[in-house]
């Protein structure tokens, strides 16, 4: 039996063959399954695991149903949120995924609500929203 989790994202974006690549080196995504699609162009199903989440990802198959992939400078209705450990984690998230191209709508900063967060847009329209604990509870010696 599959383990597929409960609820997770589904992203159309185009091409997906670059989405998965720029998600494996911004994000450290890594490929747990592929299906081309019958035409040999498109990606018809990828399974990646990101951030020990799962994020699904597909080329638009306009043939299929009504999706489409996000427009340039169009806001787009749903967005990946990236939970990690440490802030550090965030600023280098941030870092390295504009340097591959995406663009930062949010720098790090410290929230109002406790965290250090981040937001970015893939190249590919998608938008990540990044956060992490500002404080790390050390033990009582101070550890």
């Not at 994202?9 to 911004?26: C, E, K, N, W």
């Not at 951030?51 to 999706?67: Q, R, Y």
């Not at 427009?71 to 340097?99: I, K």
């Not at 720098?107 to 967060?117: D, K, L, N, Q, Y």
């Amino acid at each position: 039996m599959s383990e597929r989790p409960p609820v997770a994202p589904y992203l159309t974006v185009s091409p997906a063959a670059g989405a998965i690549a720029f998600y494996a080196a911004a994000f450290d995504a890594q490929q747990k399954a592929l299906m081309p699609a019958i035409d040999g162009m498109r990606i018809a199903h990828c399974e990646l695991e990101i951030n020990g989440g799962t994020v699904f990802v597909s080329d638009a198959f306009p043939e299929f149903g009504k999706t489409r992939t996000p427009l340039p400078g169009e806001p787009v209705t749903a967005s990946v949120s990236l939970e990690f450990a440490s802030a550090e984690q965030v600023d280098e998230t941030f870092t390295r995924a504009t340097r591959l191209g995406a663009v930062g709508e949010v720098v790090p900063t410290h929230s109002f609500w406790g965290t250090r967060t981040a937001i970015v847009r893939d190249p590919f329209g998608q938008r990540w929203i990044m956060n992490a604990p500002l404080n790390t509870k050390k033990s009582e010696n101070g550890a």
